[in-house]
């Protein structure tokens, strides 16, 4: 059995979520909970989080930790690898801890623990989470060359590519904003990425892309409150809305990395080209 208190330093040291007080809100009960949970082979995930605990709410905090098996996660719905409270959005800053896969008879030890068991904490919305770790760690490796066969490298590149255009326009349009996506790649000579049919035909995927985002901006209706109980203020404050998106889309197209990717589809003489530019007028 691992030492419980020896499970109690280890997750004392990982919890990094606002508010959280060790000698207020870990109890001995987590320790067992916790230990349990690296002994049992089953138990794939661990999360906690700070439920609000008392009369009036929010006067008081209690640690919760909710585990999910192995069976559970592999065998069920996609969605139920997180405990209802996160996924429902009540829950927005939890620590998670996952077991990584161990040789066969291994069991995790103090001797293996801090590589046995991944970690890290999410604060505040999800897809903002997912999109800061793409952009800054995920996506800088998946650009970087590990010796992969060259067709594996480009569509793994293309589908990087394809993932964060949709996260980067959900994350922001829940934002009332329109944001480009701007592929990453290094592009030094320019007139040579665009005799390579794979890097012309992956940047034109963006260029339709942005094509739809621009599309929907300047096709909205000249206002989206058409109801009859909305007044002046509703009006002045979609129309101040409608000014900043525009203005934001408007320096995102100016944007040199932009321009760099359109220059390059100008030499590949790409046929998505012309309608991009009629919309890029249509913004300034």
Known sequence: HLPTDAVRNFFLLRMQFAGFSPSEHWQESHSLKAAAWLEDAEERSLFAWLVDEGDPPGESKALKLVTLSRKSTEEGRIQDRLPADIRKGSARDFMYFFKRDLPVNTNISMANLNEAVLFGCSRGDLLDQLLNLMNNVYVPVALTDHGW?????????????????????????????????????SFDNLELAAKDKDIVQRLEMALIHWTRQIKEVTSQQDSTHEGEHNGPLDEIEFWHARDNNLSRLHEQLQSAKLQRILTILEHAKSAYLSQFRTLENDIK
């Open 149 to 185: 066969p060259d067709n594996v490298r480009k569509e793994f590149t293309s589908q990087v590519q394809k993932f964060m255009s949709t996260v980067t326009e959900m994350t922001y349009m829940a934002k009332g904003k329109t944001v480009l996506y701007i592929p990453q790649d």
